[in-house]
């Protein structure tokens, strides 16, 4: 493949890496993962609430990495309520998890924006070592795409197996019981999802520009390496 066009495809690779990198930050930095619906189970029991009375007693709330905000009904009007994970409900979350996820998402920022480095010093650099080269390339797209993975996999764990909306809007009450009635991924989950597509992209672009996967040797290499040997 001719270098202009090689430079090309690794310009547009380190454009989406850098627009990755950005929207990953922007993604930790706000209430926008989750988006809960809440019902006040004891409320609705002590009336026998069904069908349209139902709603008096649901409650909504959104939340992300470190913050969030929600609305809780009982029968008796919206009470507004706000709340951060850390310190507030470092006793009602599995701290482990959610500590893991915020950690893995400032690697995946970190590595992203290593691979943007990488990409443009391969489109207008000269590559003398194999770390700037394409394995470099490669080893930074995987492992950041695996880094956005895990974000994912360790969020929903938390969110579904964990029961984190429940355990944020049951804290501190006392007399009424809440139940989670539906949880919907929001705008900073689907960017980290992005982020995961776009480093697998990437691979596909540097594949694109001419360069084998890793471990992959072409029958030239093998030709001159057959070559070598017999010289010897």
């Not at 026998?48 to 409650?59: C, I, Q």
Request: aromatic share 14%; net charge positive; glycine share 8%.
């Amino acid at each position: 493949m001719p270098n202009q066009q090689k430079k090309i495809i690794f310009c547009m690779a380190g454009v989406l890496s850098f627009l990755c990198a950005l929207g990953v930050v922007t993604a930790v930095g706000t209430p926008l993962w989750i988006k809960a619906t809440i019902l006040c189970k004891t409320g609705a029991l002590l009336v026998n609430a069904s069908g349209e009375e139902l709603n008096k007693f649901m409650g909504e709330m959104q939340y992300g990495l470190f913050h969030g905000e929600g609305i809780r009904q009982c029968g008796l009007g919206a009470r507004p309520f706000r709340f951060s994970f850390f310190p507030d409900l470092l006793q009602a979350i599995p701290v482990s998890i959610h500590v893991n996820i915020i950690l893995f998402s400032m690697i995946l920022v970190v590595l992203t924006m290593v691979g943007t480095a990488f990409f443009m010093y391969n489109a207008f650099g000269k590559p003398f070592e194999t770390l700037h080269g394409p394995l470099g390339l490669y080893l930074v797209s995987f492992v950041s795409g695996s880094c956005g993975c895990l974000v994912m996999i360790l969020f929903a764990s938390e969110v579904k197996i964990h029961h984190l909306s429940e355990k944020i809007a049951n804290f501190k009450e006392g007399t009424y019981a809440y139940k989670t009635q539906n949880e919907n991924y929001t705008t900073s989950f689907w960017v980290v999802f992005i982020c995961f597509f776009v480093h697998f992209l990437n691979g596909l672009l540097i594949r694109l520009a001419g360069f084998q996967f890793p471990f992959a040797k072409s029958k030239d290499t093998e030709t001159t390496n057959v070559a070598a040997d017999l010289m010897y």
